[in-house]
């Protein structure tokens, strides 16, 4: 299961665990993913996603149809 958000692109990143004695160790730092189930009210239909909480917050907002078109991408995309 690939941890990358469908709509905002977000990837785990690779950062350093640093200890006291300033040993480091190498760790993700993976994004804030959630499966939704979005209903599309244009579509009449429902889809299931993985979008990040920030991704998730501009859907609320502004609607799923209506970030995909400020991202550049297609109900295609991300199905």
């Known amino acids: 299961m690939s941890k990358v958000c469908k709509i905002t692109g977000k990837r785990p990143l690779v950062a350093n665990n640093v200890s006291k004695a300033n040993n480091k160790t190498k760790r993700r730092q993976l994004p804030n993913l959630q499966k939704k189930k979005i209903f599309i ?15 998730l ?23």
Request: zero cysteines; glycine letters at 6%.
């Open 41 to 55: 009210p244009e579509l009449g239909k429902s889809v299931r996603i993985k979008v990040s909480t920030n991704a």
């Open 57 to 79: 917050k501009s859907i609320d907002k502004d609607g799923l149809l209506a970030v995909l078109k400020k991202k550049n991408l297609s109900l295609s995309d991300i199905l």
